[in-house]
């Protein structure tokens, strides 16, 4: 057998990439539409996203050799396509990464560091990154791993410490707001959950390839639990108008946890433990953009060479191209479509790419023998 | 009966490439092909001689015939010989039988002296044959005694080491409530004698090397065929025939030379004083280095989570040892991150502190001239001085320095407003903290990087510390001992190995060994021994 990922390192890796950013962002970006039927959002959010996961994890798991998969793909539809696509997907992993930097360092500077220069903290978490791709994908996944197991328990200690604040009345009317509002609040979900797509770039490090589905739809699950868990949680702490008013809904629940007299601002403890996963965020994105760079320009031993240049890269583009006074909400829709191009419309062109390559390739084969 | 045509099983050949029991060893830098032995006795003992330099220890012992002729010659050195054994089992044999066979004769031939020794003459385990002076010296070098016979040039060398050596004693370090109080010694024989009565299996394997140019240190590779991984089992050999150096003195050489990753601070093979330990290690599947003239017995591969695992875990019930351990764990991060959580607390989130606490510790600062990372720093290297003190100084002197340092100096400090009390607080509880993790190379990387972490904190508060735990935690997954991930079996998971990580399972549950260092063999106990009260026949037939 071969030493690689496990169903549940690969698991961990996709809820990674998904929740440290959705979780800031999710709970009033459905809020915001469904009010106190946020919950059947996120329901109906899981069930799209876990239909999305499954055809991505069939399109990884048919790669089964653990080869790379641009190599894999440049294989079934030609160097043309591979390489075009690589250069998508690095784009895209790049400004993901950029952007998810962008919104840390921000959070940083406003609820940790307000003194810092961001250029310091920027640098920092790109060279943690650079450190992590450095040491390779299975290393990153099995971090992952670990943090998802500690997430567990931080869950299970939240709603151990919120039960008593918690209002179930918020919750009614049930179903009072409409399909469309409904469907609206499982946008955002939605495009988040997208970002399994990595799924296609890790599944070759599994230890069997042939097993990404369930990984890929395992994680998506999760992630849709985890999501609906925290949909409730702020629903029933703070009610329906009040979340669309909070900047980080998930923060400000675990700030009012009151633990004795003698610890205050548990928060900061959690905020710690969400840095580490945002690095892992960051990590894996970074990942994604300097392996399909080195898969496309088909690079042999210059790896710490593109590692360095894309890191480079990514600390001068999170300094500088993003505006002081940047706004997740304003840039959200226009974040949103790109998730759905890159992470499902990418990913289906390049599948149709394949399978058509496939069909010609068959027939020629079959022709070949009669 | 003694007869000259029976042969006895001791009697080995020396095979001509110098090595021994399938050893890949140097063998001091002498290869094979060195000047052979000359059939004159008195140019072999001249180049014996010229060899050693005319030691004053290199002891010669003539052995003539009645007519005072030198037929033999017995050669040792003094000191790392049983002098008494020479003299009943080698000395006193050779010379009544040499008298015999003589008469008569102007020498003794190679197969006389070969049938004198096959003949049972002398009483020794072990008795092997040398043919070159290179083989002759090092056989000499290392506590043999040679018989060398004049017009032979076959040399015998008969195993008679010895010399002053420390009896086996308890542990100085390991220490155990319960279990038991034996620890090696330095004395590679010993050693392995200590293992082989714990473990009195066939299955148990000795191969021996000898290692540095100069030293030729005794260095054994102890492990069980079929339970320790071949593999592994390879891959030690092969990094200990690469070392080539003129001396090992201590395990700790070995350790350096055959570790996975250079730039590390954390331990990557382990290393201990008792017997039991290395033991139940060998029966795990991992493999035992013994190094003679060291104590310290290493073994690989090894895990991060058997830094905190004690002998003594598997001594008590698993409830206590469970709880022991969580303890060790808890202590080994305090130890890590307290002063430098203190630090970035103080200075960067005091918004954390509740409002009495955080008046109360800037009461206490109130008077400190420095920031936190400066008393801080003052405080752990003083600290670190008078620990490091305590190791050197003569014990007697050691309460004296203990009470001056931790009482008067600490009083004094606070007392002169160079420290708050706060911080010898913090100090001392990390350092006794540290005192809890039962490995003390594991104990010296927490030390270490403190340090680095409290730099950390101080430039960037938390955000520095979380920075620091994940480049940890990066380096720690992507670490490898001998092949196994360092962190497993928690990254990769191995759910039939957490059995034994931060819980100890009672014994009876733990039916297997360990998957990653162990081979395909590995189930240590029947099934159905979880015990329980008997059953009341009694009642039952009531």
Redesign the interface.
Known sequence: MRSGL?V??CMAAIIMIIMPTAYLIVPTAVLDFAAQDAWISTIAATAIGGGIAAWLGWFAGRNGDGESFLNWLSGRSGRAIAFAGGLLLAFHFFSHASRALNEYISF?KVN??PT?PNA??IA??VL?AM??VG??IV??A??C??MMIATVGIYTATIVLLYSRMHFSYLQPIGEKSIGHIAAGAFTPVCWMSEAAIILLIAPFMAKPRQAPRAVIWGVLLVGFMMMFIVLEALMLFGPNVVKFLQYPSFELISVIQFG?????ID?YF??FW??TV?LKISLLLFGAVHCLEQTFRVRGGRQLILWAIGLLLTLDASFSWPENFEMEIEAFAKNVSLIIFNILVPFVLWLASYLKLGRGSKKAEEGRT | MRGLGIRLPFLKRRDHSGRRNGGGGNGGGRGPGGPSLSRQLQANLNAIRRELGDSSDLTIRLIRDDSGRVLAAVVYIDGIVIFDTINQMLLSPIMERVHELSSGRSSLSAADMRALLEAGTIQLGRVRETYDLSHLIEELLTGSTIILSDGSSVAFAAATRGGEKRSVDEPSSQTVARGPKEGFTEDVQTNISLIRRRIKSPLIRVENRLLGKHTKTVTSVVYMKGIAREEVVEEIRRRLSRIEVDSILESGYVEEFIQDEVWTPFPTIQNSERPDAIAAGILEGQVAIVVDGSPFVLLAPVTFVKFFQSSEDYYQRFDIATFLRVIRMVSFFISMLLPSLYIAITTFHQEMLPTPLLISLAAQREGVPFPALIEAMLMEVTFEVLREAGVRMPRIIGPAISIVGALVLGQAAVQAGLVSAAMIIVVSFTAIANFVIPALNMAIAARLIRFAMMLLAATLGLFGIMSGVMILLIHLVSLKSFGVPYMTPLAPLKISNLKDVLVRAPWWLMKTRPSVISTEDRVRQAPGLKPGPPKDRGERGS
């Open positions: 496990t549940a390192e940083l940790v560091l810092t310091v903290l920092v978490t943690l450190y992590a040491q390779g290393t990153i099995r971090i791993f670990l007299g003698f610890l205050e601002r900061m905020i710690m840095m580490v690095f």
